[in-house]
């Protein structure tokens, strides 16, 4: 454990606790939050009358932080937020808290209540951005807020990113701010994002939760494949069209998923850390993992959020051909989405594509495409990754197993990569397989009470990082 126990920390510290008053007023800003819906719709086309409309919102829900004089406010990119929140003492080294104000769209269809109602029912808060993310940007500032009203001074200076546009690449949010920070020469002791959370029953038979701390995150390639045969009519068609021909490119793809890259891996370790919480035969098997790998790695295969960190997974999520009944298309094409794995590349998973399609009459195109982001240290060295242990140990006493994993989705905090060698995503909520189908599905949806435990994780935590402590410097291994 991180030695972070400073007398003057412990004398002058707040603690976490929260009047009715409070409690009310934070569901109630959280609520007002859903419902301005700040909807992103492709790169560089989001609900900018919303997106105006929650920079306002933040401003009144939150007065103290607006007021505070060393607190400064930026508005980037017109709708994203840096706040700078200047420490006591500038020796110690910034860090950054990070959250999206954007979601993903939602249409009424299928939920139990409007997604953009922010109601409450049975002690849940329902709507779009309850669990990615408004959930974060509100409960940071609304934990800072608290810190304030209570005369909190932070001796280490912070900045807090809120990007509007997260949900379609962060190019006119976190990209923006990223290359203002780096204008201004700024270096960051770590950041923490989204996309880690304490998951309860992920794994069959686990009754335990864990916390999942992304300390990497995976990379992607957005692929079109493309046919090109000659048209005509369909009344005397060719052996092959151009849609059959790509509808069996596709096919091998989904029948051939890439490598199983697990390896010696982190998940491996996580298995062999959680063998005896399960019981007999599991618990044996886990603990021989030396015989039963292959076993164990064919049965986490056919488990799809296991699959998502093991490999880099292929998802065809377009397929355009065709104009008219009676005539041949010329061209058919597909887009095929690939999150890559950590230990490889986009070149590596390029030529494995080429090599199982394996028919010249397809072409590639990749649209876009960015590598994995490296591992992020997790070593009792590591300052960001120490500090959320410390606060996981004091908040949820009852987790004891934290998991250093890759995100498999992407987060804007990878448009701070140059400025920061320690990114760790990780927001403090209990998440169940339900939870996690409703982010970006039907209903999500948080409870008051995991709401609240969020806030009070914020704030034990930016005092936890008051913490005169330095991280080790650090490489990033290539
Ligand atoms: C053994 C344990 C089982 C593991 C369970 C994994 C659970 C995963 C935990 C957290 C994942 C939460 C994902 C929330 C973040 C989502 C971020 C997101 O959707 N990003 C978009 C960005 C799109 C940018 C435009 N290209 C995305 O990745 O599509
Ligand atoms: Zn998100
Ligand atoms: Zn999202």
Redesign the pocket.
């Known amino acids: 454990k991180y030695p972070t126990g400073k007398e003057h920390q412990r004398a002058s510290r707040i603690p976490s606790q929260f009047s009715q008053e409070e409690r009310v007023a934070m569901k109630e800003a959280l609520k007002g939050a859903i419902q301005i819906p700040t909807v992103s719709f492709r ?1 560089g086309e989001f609900n900018t009358t919303a997106l105006a409309e929650f920079g306002e919102y933040i401003r009144k829900a939150f007065p103290t932080v607006f007021k505070t004089s060393f607190i400064k406010h930026e508005v980037v990119g017109e709708y994203s937020h840096l706040f700078t929140v200047q420490g006591s003492d500038s020796s110690l080294q910034p860090y950054m808290l990070m959250a999206h104000i954007d979601v ?1 769209p939602a249409l009424d269809q299928g939920w139990e209540v409007p997604p953009f109602s922010g109601l409450e029912r049975d002690g849940f808060i329902h709507g779009r951005g309850t669990l ?2 408004k959930n974060s940007v509100m409960a940071i500032l609304q934990a800072l807020e608290l810190l304030l009203i209570r005369k909190y001074i932070p001796r280490r200076s912070f900045l807090i990113a809120l990007g509007h546009d ?5 190019e006119y949010g976190a990209q923006k701010i990223s290359a203002l920070l780096q204008a201004r020469g700024t270096q960051l002791a770590f950041i923490v994002d ?4 304490i ?1 309860d029953g ?2 069959p038979n686990l009754k335990k939760p864990f916390a ?1 701390i ?1 300390v990497s995150e995976k990379g ?1 390639l957005n692929l079109m494949l493309q046919v090109n045969m000659t048209p005509g009519h369909s009344s005397a068609p060719p052996k092959e069209t151009s849609i059959g021909i790509l509808a069996a490119a596709v096919s091998r793809l989904e029948q051939n998923p890439l490598p199983n890259m697990s390896g010696n891996g982190p ?1 491996k370790r ?1 298995l062999q850390q959680l063998a005896n919480e399960f019981s007999f035969p599991t618990n044996i098997v886990l603990n021989n993992l030396w015989l039963f790998w292959p076993l164990v790695r064919r049965l986490m295969d056919r488990n799809y ?2 699959n ?2 093991l490999r880099t997974t292929t998802a065809v999520t377009m397929f355009n051909s065709g104009v008219k009944v009676n005539v041949i298309p010329s061209v058919a094409q597909a887009t095929v989405n690939f ?1 890559i794995h950590p230990s490889q590349t986009v070149q590596e998973v390029l030529e494995l594509v080429k090599n199982t399609v394996a028919d010249d009459r397809v072409q590639f195109h990749v649209l ?1 495409a960015h590598e994995p982001l490296p591992d992020s240290p997790s070593d009792d060295q590591a300052l960001g990754y120490q500090l959320l242990l410390q606060t996981l140990q004091s908040v949820f006493p009852e987790i004891n197993i934290v ?1 250093p ?1 890759s ?5 804007d905090s990878r448009h701070y990569a140059n400025l920061t060698t320690g990114i760790y995503r990780f927001n403090p909520i209990y ?1 169940q397989p339900q939870d ?1 189908r409703s ?2 599905g039907l209903n999500e949806k948080i409870s008051v009470q995991a709401y609240e435990t969020q806030v009070k994780f914020i704030f034990e935590f930016i005092q936890n990082a008051d913490t005169e402590l330095e991280p080790a410097p650090h490489q990033h291994e290539l």
């Open positions: 790169p993903v990615d993310n997260e949900e379609v690449s962060g989204e996309c880690g959370f998951l992920f794994i999942m992304s992607s998940l996580l959020v296991m998502a960190l999150r876009n998991a994993a995100c498999i989705a992407n987060t998440v996690f982010i970006h």
